[in-house]
């Protein structure tokens, strides 16, 4: 099982330039969302889906756009990188279901904006 | 707002030596409580579901208990495998918020 995966692992952007984070998940999970993890912090959700075509904001959603066209894949789009955006990233996904929703994470994307 | 504190903020134990990480929360429509191991490194790692006042939950040396403000993960005479940091998150319409985390040094 691949679960969920993230590409590319590491990342090294210059100001202004922008790129997407992908996430694709093998389980047909309903629940999607993307997550920074700053040193020393929890994960601060950025978006998340609760299925194809749904797509809502998180927490830290500014310069951040995603969409949902399929159940497997839920990509990250940074418009126009700024130093503040270097963290580490992490894809998660779950069930909807009521007794079903502890989440599977990817392994995460370190990136850096210079 | 959803909201999920951690605390103590890092924990140094020697071996065998138990105690317990605490992670008090503010959500109305709780959906679940959930405990998460995370490595350097890596994602993290499920661990628990809780998912009402007085459910408790075990694996390993590690117990997950649950009341209406706040959850404990008790470790019993950890090792140092043990040693990572711990995540506590609460769940409502499909939306998770995380505390920052516990993170617990064994040493042998």
């Known amino acids: 099982n691949a679960g969920v995966t993230q590409t590319p692992k590491f990342q090294v952007l210059k100001t202004g330039q922008s790129m997407t984070l992908q996430c694709a998940q093998d389980m047909n999970h309903e629940y999607m969302s993307w997550y920074r993890q700053d040193p020393g912090m929890g994960l601060r959700l950025i978006h998340y889906s609760v299925g194809a075509g749904i797509t809502d904001q998180g927490e830290v959603p500014n310069g951040y756009n995603v969409s949902r066209s399929t159940t497997e894949d839920f990509p990250l789009r940074l418009l126009s990188a700024a130093p503040s955006q270097t963290s580490v990233y992490f894809c998660a996904s779950s069930y909807g279901d009521r007794r079903k929703t502890e989440a599977f994470f990817g392994q995460g994307t370190r990136l850096t904006v210079v | 707002e959803d909201q999920v504190t951690q605390s103590p903020e890092a924990l140094r134990l020697q071996e065998g030596e138990s105690s317990s990480l605490n992670c008090s929360y503010t959500?109305?429509?709780?959906?679940?409580l959930f405990w998460y191991r995370q490595d350097p490194g890596k994602g993290p790692e499920f661990l628990f579901t809780?998912?009402?006042a007085g459910e408790e939950k075990e694996k390993e040396r590690l117990k997950a208990t649950l009341t209406k403000k706040e959850s404990f993960l008790h470790i019993t005479a950890p090792k140092p495998e043990d040693s990572a940091t711990y995540l506590c998150?609460?769940?409502?319409?499909?939306?998770?918020?995380f505390g920052d985390g516990t993170t617990l040094t064994v040493k042998p």
């Open positions: 959500v109305s429509g709780l959906r679940g």
């Open positions: 809780l998912y009402s």
């Open positions: 998150a609460v769940l409502r319409r499909g939306k998770s918020t």
